[in-house]
Structure formats: structure tokens, C-alpha cells
């Protein structure tokens, strides 16, 4: 059975600070997606990694995928409130990215000033 | 870019009626739509994959009749919880793949269901 494991679960951080959010998962994989969902709001999509060593940068935000050591990283750089979101890492277990994606819990993300 | 919507966004009924939830993707063609389900402060659960033309597959734990998937068109999938229950309420979240590139998913803007 897939796992997708994501830590922390709370992140309380303040302006100007980094800091890294990490996903693992316990299978071989297609692929590897970051979310980010605000309140009462559906998902909105960030990065999508599809080999090892993939990284991809947007703004503050940048993702890395580690398929060897399943773990992708969320990284974030100095940090501002209008990030303050939650975050989900999802994972592609299917054959052929069929798409039945299996999320972390999701690491809810507070920045103050 | 690709554009999935959801109708309605927000629905209150009585315990022991049928709700139906709408899933469109716009702007593309989708042969495959997701069901997740969110409960407060929790992650999403895939619900069903609904293959267009076909039965939809659910996941194990999810009750095919309660929960009715019809995907009669290629750009839309329909959810309807039959006698619903209050702990049926929750946010419904749909998603829909393209089928070329890289096939990923665009997810709709969410339905709140509260069943009083």
C-alpha cells in the first residue's frame, strides 16, 4: 500500500525565514505533485516533478524530487503571509500516471510578520 | 490553460434527499474525472476514477450506491449522493486529466455539501 507521509504537519514561520517542507512516499512512483489549497478554496497546482532530480522554481517557492530516496522537498524562501496556505504533496502510484493520485496530510503553513 | 468547474459550489439539504454535484471540464476533453472527498482540517480521499462511457471504479470503503457516478459526456462527470446522512457533509473536490502531454489533473473549485 502506498504512503505519502509529509512533515511537519503545522509550520509556524516568520517573515523573511526559510524553510523546508518534505514528502515522503514508500513506493516507486510516476510522478510527484505539489498543491497548495487555501481556506474553503480547492487546489491549486505548483509543480509537478517527473524524474529524479527534478527541480522546478516559482518565486519563493521551490521543489525537488528525489526518486531514489522517495522524497520530494518543498522549499521556502524568505518567507511572506500571502504564503501562508496549506500544502499538499501528492503521488502518482499507478502504472502509466493513470492519475489515482494519493495525497499527504498536507502541512498546514502560518507566516507571521 | 485548462478550466474544470463544479455545480453548485455550495449546497444545504435534508437528511434523506438526493444530491447531485456537477463536474465540466471547459476547455478540454476528459475521458477520466476524479471524485476526492475533504473533511475539515483533513487530506483529500479519492473517492472514484469515472471513465467516460463506462462504470465508475471506487475505492475500496466507498459505496457504489450511495454514491451514484455518471460520466455520459466527455467533458462531464456527475456525483449524486443518494439519502444523504450528515456525515455525508463535506467538500466534494472533482478533478479531470488531459489526456496528452503530460496528463495531469485540474481540479474544480469544490462543492460544500451540509446535510442537516
Known amino acids: 500500500e502506498l504512503k505519502v507521509e509529509q512533515n511537519p504537519l503545522f509550520l509556524s514561520m516568520q517573515e523573511g525565514k526559510n524553510y523546508t517542507i518534505y514528502c515522503n512516499y514508500s513506493t516507486t512512483s510516476d510522478r510527484l505533485y505539489w498543491y497548495r489549497q487555501d481556506p474553503g478554496k480547492s487546489l491549486e497546482s505548483l509543480f509537478v516533478?517527473?524524474?529524479?532530480?527534478a527541480v522546478k522554481q516559482e518565486g519563493r517557492l521551490m521543489a525537488s524530487l528525489d526518486t531514489k530516496a522517495r522524497l520530494s522537498t518543498l522549499h521556502i524562501t524568505a518567507a511572506v503571509h500571502d504564503l501562508s496556505a496549506t500544502y499538499f504533496c501528492a503521488v502518482d502510484m499507478t502504472l502509466r500516471s493513470q492519475g489515482n493520485l494519493i495525497f499527504g496530510k498536507g502541512t498546514k503553513l502560518s507566516v507571521k510578520p | 490553460g485548462a478550466v474544470v468547474s463544479q455545480h453548485p459550489s455550495w449546497v444545504i439539504c435534508k437528511s434523506g434527499t438526493s444530491v447531485k454535484i456537477e463536474c465540466r471540464s471547459l476547455?478540454?476533453?476528459?475521458?477520466?474525472m476524479f471524485w476526492y472527498r475533504q473533511f475539515p482540517k483533513q487530506s483529500l480521499m479519492l473517492m472514484a476514477t469515472?471513465?467516460?462511457?463506462?462504470?465508475?471504479?471506487?475505492e475500496q470503503g466507498v459505496e457504489k450506491d450511495k454514491f451514484l457516478i455518471n460520466h455520459a459526456s466527455l467533458t462531464l462527470s456527475t456525483l449524486t449522493v443518494t439519502s444523504a446522512h450528515p456525515e455525508d457533509s463535506s467538500f466534494y473536490i472533482c478533478?479531470?486529466?488531459?489526456?496528452?502531454?503530460?496528463?495531469?489533473?485540474?481540479f474544480g473549485p469544490g462543492t460544500r455539501l451540509t446535510v442537516t
Open positions: 516533478l517527473l524524474s529524479n532530480g
Open positions: 478533478s479531470a486529466r488531459i489526456t496528452s502531454g503530460i496528463y495531469e489533473q485540474y
Open positions: 476547455d478540454f476533453q476528459a475521458t477520466t
Open positions: 469515472s471513465n467516460e462511457g463506462s462504470k465508475a471504479t471506487y
